[in-house]
């Protein structure tokens, strides 16, 4: 299988953020670069509680973050010792 095969999914969009690491261990997301190439800022982080994906399956960390006058939610996934960030497509 290619990685991009890998990282392909109907549901499930991982993203590239950038993220701010807390001596504590929090991990505070900031930014994240959508499909089309934009760049997003969060503007604030409303929630972070463990739960899953309803819609997209999988399951870690989920961020409810406001994002302009929209909310949504952001997933911090481990698998095998790899984190990932992705989001739900809509």
Not at 40 to 54: H, W
Not at 55 to 76: D, N, P, Q, S, T
Request: negative net charge; aromatic residues 8%.
């Amino acid at each position: 299988m290619e990685l991009q095969d890998y990282l392909k999914n109907e549901t499930k969009l991982y993203v590239e953020v950038n993220e701010d690491r807390m001596p504590d261990g929090t991990i505070l997301p900031r930014s994240f670069v959508r499909e089309d190439g934009a760049r997003c800022e969060v503007d604030r982080i409303l929630d972070v509680r463990p739960a899953a994906s309803l819609k997209a399956g999988g399951a870690g960390l989920r961020y409810k973050v406001r994002i302009g006058r929209k909310e949504a939610f952001m997933f911090l996934e481990e698998d095998h010792g790899v984190e990932r960030w992705f989001m739900e497509r809509k």
